[in-house]
C-alpha cells in the first residue's frame, strides 16, 4: 500500500441517535490506529441529519466515550446539521454540469412503477421519466444523480478485494429529497471530499453504499478515497453482536469498571490480529496496525476474554491509579468519607481477585460500612466455642506495638504456638468477625488495611455476638 505520495485522513463519522456501541468504537479505534501509525489526521464528523433522532445527549455520550477510550481526534467534531452550503454548492455544480436532475414524479406515481416492475419481474429502481426533460425547480421535486446506464463501477477493497457491481443495478439516486433535506451518500461525499479523507475505513454493513458514493465522486469529478470495510462483529453464538449478549455500549462498560485499555485491546483483536499475540500496549498497536491484517471472516466478541484481560491490567495498574479509579464507585455503593490510604490498601488486598473495578468495589465495602455476618459464617465460626480464643486474642491484639502485616503475622504464629492449635481454628473466626465473610483476602493484609482502632471494635463486636448467642 503505497502512502508516501498521499497524506492518510482517516474519519469516524456516527450519528448521535445513540451511544456509542461496541461495532463503532472499533471503526472509531481502526481509523484512529491507521492515522496514527501513517502520521495522519483522524477526523470526527458527527452525522445528525436525522432531526428526528439525533440528540445532543447522545452526542455528548459518543464524544465522551471516545475520551474515555483515548481516541483523540485532530479536527472536529464537524456537524452535518451545520454543512448545508456545502451540499447546496455541490448540488449546484452537478446541476449545471448535466450530472444531476430534477425530477417531479410524485410519491403515487413512484409507488405505481415500483409495483409494475416487480409484477414484469423487473428490479424496482426509478425508471428514468424526468432524466432527460430538463426541468427545473418546483414544490414536491427531488434532484437525482444521472447515473451512468451502462458498464461497471469497481473498486479494490482493501480487505475484501475488488468489488464490483453493474451499472444498470444501480439507481439514479436521490440527492435531495422534496424536503430540501440532502440524503445520506450524497451528504457523506461532500463531506468526505471537502475535508480530504483519503481512506474510508467502515463496516461492512456500508458496502452496498460504496458503488453509489463512487458515482457521486466521478461527477463532482472528486478524488475518490480508498475504501476498506470491515467485518461484522458477532456474539460468541455467532449472531449478530446485541443487548442479548449483554453489554454494548462503551459508557455500559465503563459503568462496569472495565479499563479503557482493556476495552481497546479486546476491540483491537475483533477481526484484526498480530500472530497469537492476546495483549497490546497503546503504541504496539499503533506501530503494527495494518489493514493487511484485518481478516475478511467476522470478529466474535467475548465477555469472558474481555473480563480476563481487564483482570490483567488491574493486577498491573499502579495501586495510586487505581485508588483514584476505585473511588467514584465507593461513592456510587454509598461509601462516603473515604480515606485515601485506606482505599489504597483496599485496592492492594483486592487486586489480585477482582475482574473490574465493580467487582472490587463491592468486594471492598466491608472496609468502608458497618458489616454484617453471612448467615452460614455466623453459624459455623462465630460460636461459643471460639470466644474464649477471641477474647485473649483482643488482648494480644490490643497491645500489640505495631500494625503492620509481618508484625500480626509474628503475633499470630506466637498465638497458635502457644495454644497448640492449627491457624484455621482461630483465623476463619476472625475473618468472620472482621469481614463478615468467610471469604476474603489475607486476614494479616485485612487487619493491616483497617489499622488498629476499627480491627479492635469489630472483635470487640464479634465477642459481644456471640455471647448474645448464649444468653444471660
Known amino acids: 500500500m503505497n502512502m508516501d505520495k ?35 489526521r483522524f477526523i470526527l464528523r458527527i452525522e445528525d441529519t436525522d432531526t428526528a433522532r439525533s440528540t445532543e445527549e447522545h452526542t455528548q455520550a459518543i464524544i465522551e466515550s471516545l475520551r474515555w477510550l483515548g481516541l483523540d481526534w485532530d479536527e472536529g467534531p464537524y456537524f452535518q446539521s451545520q454543512r448545508s452550503q456545502f451540499y447546496h454548492e455541490a448540488l449546484e455544480e452537478l446541476l449545471s454540469s448535466g450530472n444531476a436532475y430534477y425530477c417531479h414524479c410524485s410519491p403515487e406515481e413512484l409507488e405505481k412503477k415500483r409495483k409494475e ?35 461497471s463501477t469497481t473498486f479494490n477493497d482493501l480487505v475484501k478485494g475488488a468489488i464490483s457491481i453493474e451499472n444498470e443495478e444501480l439507481d439514479d439516486l ?46 463532482l469529478g472528486k478524488p475518490i478515497p480508498h475504501y476498506a470495510h470491515l467485518p461484522m ?22 459503568e462496569m469498571g472495565i479499563l479503557p485499555h482493556a476495552l481497546l485491546n479486546a476491540l483491537a483483536r475483533l ?21 493487511e491484517q484485518v481478516g475478511k471472516s467476522a470478529g466474535i466478541f467475548n465477555m469472558e476474554k474481555l473480563l480476563d484481560l481487564n ?17 467514584p464507585f465507593l461513592h456510587s455503593l454509598g461509601c462516603e468519607q473515604l480515606k485515601g490510604e485506606t482505599v489504597t490498601g483496599a485496592v492492594r488486598t483486592l487486586k489480585p481477585r477482582s475482574k473490574t473495578l465493580l467487582e ?72 468472620v468477625a472482621l469481614t463478615g465473610k468467610t471469604v476474603s483476602p489475607g486476614v494479616f493484609e485485612v487487619m493491616e488495611v483497617m489499622g488498629r482502632e ?11 455476638h456471640i455471647k448474645s448467642k448464649k444468653g444471660p
Request: proline content about 5%; hydrophobic content about 40%.
Open 6 to 40: 498521499e497524506r492518510v485522513v482517516t474519519r469516524f463519522p456516527p450519528s448521535p441517535t445513540g451511544t456509542l456501541h461496541i461495532g463503532g468504537a472499533r471503526t472509531a479505534l481502526f481509523n484512529w490506529l491507521f492515522s496514527r501509525h501513517h502520521r495522519g
Open 117 to 151: 416492475a416487480i409484477q414484469n419481474g423487473l428490479k424496482p429502481k426509478y425508471d428514468g421519466t424526468c432524466r432527460d426533460k430538463g426541468l427545473g425547480e418546483a414544490p414536491g421535486a427531488v434532484v437525482r444523480l444521472k447515473s451512468p446506464l451502462t458498464g
Open 174 to 219: 436521490i440527492l435531495q429529497r422534496s424536503d430540501g433535506t440532502f440524503t445520506y451518500n450524497f451528504a457523506v461525499v461532500v463531506d468526505d471530499s471537502t475535508m480530504g479523507v483519503t481512506y474510508v475505513i467502515r463496516g461492512d454493513d456500508h458496502i452496498n453504499n460504496t458503488p453509489r458514493q463512487i458515482l457521486i465522486y466521478k461527477a
Open 233 to 254: 462483529i458477532l456474539g460468541p453464538d455467532r449472531t449478530p453482536l446485541s443487548k442479548r449478549h449483554g453489554a454494548t455500549s462503551v459508557l455500559a462498560f465503563r
Open 271 to 291: 477481526g484484526w490480529s498480530h500472530g497469537d499475540q492476546e495483549k497490546f500496549s497503546i503504541q504496539q498497536l499503533i506501530d503494527l496496525f495494518s489493514l
Open 311 to 327: 483482570a490483567k491490567y488491574i493486577r498491573e495498574e499502579n495501586d495510586e491509579v487505581l485508588t483514584d479509579l476505585l473511588i
Open 360 to 431: 472490587m468495589a463491592q468486594k471492598s465495602l466491608f472496609y468502608f460500612e458497618e458489616i454484617t455476618y453471612e448467615p452460614e459464617a455466623d453459624r459455623k465460626f462465630l460460636v461459643p466455642e471460639s470466644l474464649d480464643l477471641l477474647e485473649e486474642l483482643l488482648s494480644v491484639l490490643t497491645g500489640a506495638v505495631v500494625f503492620t502485616r509481618d508484625e500480626l503475622e509474628r503475633i499470630l504464629s506466637a498465638f497458635i504456638e502457644t495454644h497448640g492449635i492449627k491457624l484455621g481454628v482461630v483465623a476463619q473466626p476472625l475473618r
Open 454 to 464: 476499627m480491627v479492635i471494635k469489630r472483635l470487640s463486636n464479634a465477642i459481644s
